[in-house]
């Protein structure tokens, strides 16, 4: 790896934990695009896992109190199950299709409320959200406006909507980084390739910048309200989508 592209992995690091300290899911979107620009696929999955873990994990103890454990725990019992069954499967996407699948889950957060009743806080619709949203972690590399649709209808406050969010997501990618890390350490302990993974000193230097980044998008977070919060979130994502639409388009011309 070179040093401008480990120089970059760093800096997007930062940059994504703020704003997924502001929206609770945009940072992922962002970054999961820009590993895949500069690692191959398997690797942008377990780069993407560590970092997100990393971000997700210090919001949801920044803001535990405003955690809901009942949604958690419903959530973490579903990812291990979506984590099995993917690993079963044993599937990677290709990257024209990641950047393929990474343009449409935006578009996930412009459905009718009127056409989806989910809610997170009920125990059955909880579970449902962490196989679905985790199943589609494992494939796309994020889910964020898939998980935040059965956050859209909860009574919960902006700060208990980003901290259950964060709380969900650890277990997220940790199954992110079982399932597709497991392969390359066994590659690795064989004698393979390093299959384009980072190495330690961008993820010791990455690893702090998420939480300082984590840090500065609660600050922010704190100083919005609830409309904004909600109507801002959906425009970004939507026009980060629009970017990877257009990426996937370039890679399947190619």
């Known amino acids: 790896m070179t040093l401008l592209t480990g120089g970059f992995v760093v800096a997007m690091a930062f940059i994504t934990a703020t704003l ?4 609770g899911m945009a940072g992922g979107l962002v970054l999961m695009g820009a590993l895949a620009l500069v690692l191959p696929v398997q690797a942008a999955f377990v780069a993407h896992g560590v970092l997100q873990l990393v971000a997700n994990g210090w919001r949801a103890v920044l803001h535990r109190r405003h955690v809901r454990w009942d949604i958690v725990g419903w959530y ?8 099995l069954a993917v690993a079963l499967l044993a599937f990677t996407p290709s990257r024209p299709l990641l950047f393929l699948l990474l343009g449409l889950v935006p578009l996930l957060t412009w459905l009718p409320q009127r056409w989806v009743r989910l809610d ?23 889910a964020g406006p898939l998980l935040d649709i059965f956050f859209v209808r909860t009574e919960l406050s902006r700060h208990a909507i980003v901290a259950t969010k964060a709380a969900t997501q650890v277990f997220a990618h940790l199954a992110k980084i079982v399932v597709y890390g497991a392969p390359l350490a066994v590659r690795a302990g064989a004698g ?25 998008g609660g600050m922010v977070l704190d100083r919005m309200s609830d409309v904004n919060f909600k109507r801002w979130t959906r425009w970004i994502v939507t026009a980060i989508g629009l970017v990877y639409l257009v990426q996937a388009a370039r890679l399947l011309a190619a």
């Open 20 to 23: 997924s300290g502001v929206f």
């Open 76 to 83: 973490a019992l579903a990812s291990l199950v979506a984590g």
């Open 120 to 142: 997170a806080a009920r125990p059955p619709q909880a579970f449902l959200s962490g196989l679905s949203v985790t199943g589609l972690n494992l494939t796309a590399g994020v």
């Open 192 to 216: 393979g390739p390093g299959e384009g993974l980072p190495p330690w000193p961008v993820f010791a230097l990455a690893i702090p910048l998420s939480i300082a980044g984590t840090v500065a």
